[in-house]
């Protein structure tokens, strides 16, 4: 058996408002290019938010070392005009270090093997842009803030930390220690479908995030998310 990996390339043009459930089979999704954000869903799980320069994969088995493939992905188009997006499913990492500028995009250099988990958690990710640059720091947050326990109340939503400017802090971290599945997203509102990154209780989510956070709680208790941040 090779030990490269084997890779499978797909371009999938979604109208807009639909959803196309396609068979690709991998240990990690890349997502080359993309017309516009949309929902992804991995064998037929929730929907979650994502956009062109992100890659996905799950973690390894304590015990032997491998990671969970996937047999399928939903995509679903919420603008209104088609998505034409072209993805890579591997069984093994890939590292992409290019370089792309251009005017009117956001280009992306990212290293896929640590950029985004499937539960999921960022890591490596850098982004240039015409009007700025923003660069993973190569030493170490210099502390780490509690900033607040937020308590959501039953089908409501509640704002977990505010927006700040690039490069003020390293990451969020998300802490649920609640009952009840809670959904993250960048909305600033409550909306009946269950949008964005799904936290279970007990899990862990971090993030490099410099905008603002929130959470909705679609159960019929209120629950709590401990809220804090690394700063350089």
Known sequence: MSDFPRIQDQTITVAAGETANVNITGELLAIISASAEFDL???GGAYFTTQSGLSYFGKPDPATGERPRFQSISVKNNS??????R???STGEILDNRAVFGVGSVPV??????AVE???KVGEIWSFTNSDLQLKKATSAEAINRNAT??????NYAGLIAAVGVGVRASVVLEHIGTETMWLHSQ????????????????????EIFGALYASNHSAFAQSIVVSEKVW
């Open 188 to 207: 600033g509102s409550f909306s009946a479908g269950k949008n964005g990154v799904m936290l279970r209780p007990g899990e862990r989510y971090e993030a």
């Open 87 to 89: 993805v890579q499913a």
């Open 150 to 155: 937020v308590s959501v109340a039953a089908g």
């Open 80 to 85: 209104g005009a088609p998505n034409i997006i």
């Open 118 to 120: 499937v539960k999921p």
């Open 109 to 114: 250099i990212t290293n896929v093997g640590e």
């Open 41 to 43: 869903s991995f064998n």
